[in-house]
T-cell receptor, first 113, second 111 residues
Framework: ETGVTQSPTHLIKTRGQQVTLRCSSQ?????VSWYQQALGQGPQFIFQ???????GRGNFPPRFSGLQFPNYSSELNVNALELDDSALYLC????????????FGPGTRLTVT | SQQGEEDPQALSIQEGENATMNCSYK?????LQWYRQNSGRGLVHLIL?????REKHSGRLRVTLDTSKKSSSLLITASRAADTASYFC???????????FGAGTTVTVRA
């Protein structure tokens, strides 16, 4: 157990809908990163936050957005869902920065039909 | 294309045998990390090796790094059924702000 939690565990949405995924980081961790992992692939970096500000973004469209809150929680929002958005979404927090050891949550499995 | 690529894609070994997997990357790094993932769940950090280090050990795990060849290897000794998982290398590239993951090696340990 890493102390990082994510909710919900599983989610089924319809194409075009919007979804919010939540992550609660470990106390003392001031960075949070979000990843998308398609089946059989490695995690793909979406974006990351430090002190509630976005601090880097991967090759994902603007309909992927996020927030980080003062209480170590964060959100990933995806608008206008597409079938290809079906994946495992992982958040990871760290006390040693974006390139340090990351503590991952168990993930949210999103299925878009 | 991904920064790190693991080889082989899949590995099947008998319990008690050693498992070796490799990671190659393209650009200079600050550090390289290995993670384990069981059955599509969250990743667990195994080892971080810095660019000025050549070898690190943690229990039954041994990681090597060859920056001249831009490659790393992860050795699991005396494997157990519980080692069945996917293993990913992640690179922290110089002048970048994130970790980049490879596609992983799936290891199956047969009893």
């Amino acid at each position: 157990e890493t102390g990082v939690t994510q909710s919900p565990t599983h989610l089924i949405k319809t194409r075009g809908q919007q979804v919010t995924l939540r992550c609660s980081s470990q106390s003392g961790h001031n960075t949070v990163s979000w990843y998308q992992q398609a089946l059989g692939q490695g995690p793909q970096f979406i974006f990351q936050y430090y002190r509630e500000e976005e601090n880097g973004r991967g090759n994902f469209p603007p309909r992927f957005s996020g927030l980080q809150f003062p209480n170590y929680s964060s959100e990933l929002n995806v608008n206008a869902l597409e079938l290809d958005d079906s994946a495992l979404y992982l958040c990871a927090s760290s006390m040693t920065g974006f390139q340090g050891e990351q503590y991952f949550g168990p993930g949210t499995r999103l299925t878009v039909t | 294309s991904q920064q790190g690529e693991e080889d082989p894609q899949a590995l099947s070994i008998q319990e008690g045998e050693n498992a070796t997997m490799n990671c190659s990357y393209k650009t200079s790094i600050n550090n390289l990390q290995w993670y384990r993932q069981n059955s599509g769940r969250g990743l667990v950090h195994l080892i971080l090796i810095r660019s000025n280090e050549r070898e690190k050990h943690s229990g039954r795990l041994r990681v090597t790094l060859d920056t001249s060849k831009k490659s790393s290897s992860l050795l699991i000794t005396a494997s157990r059924a519980a080692d069945t998982a996917s293993y990913f290398c992640a690179t922290a590239v110089l002048n970048d702000y994130k970790l980049s993951f490879g596609a992983g090696t799936t290891v199956t340990v047969r009893a």
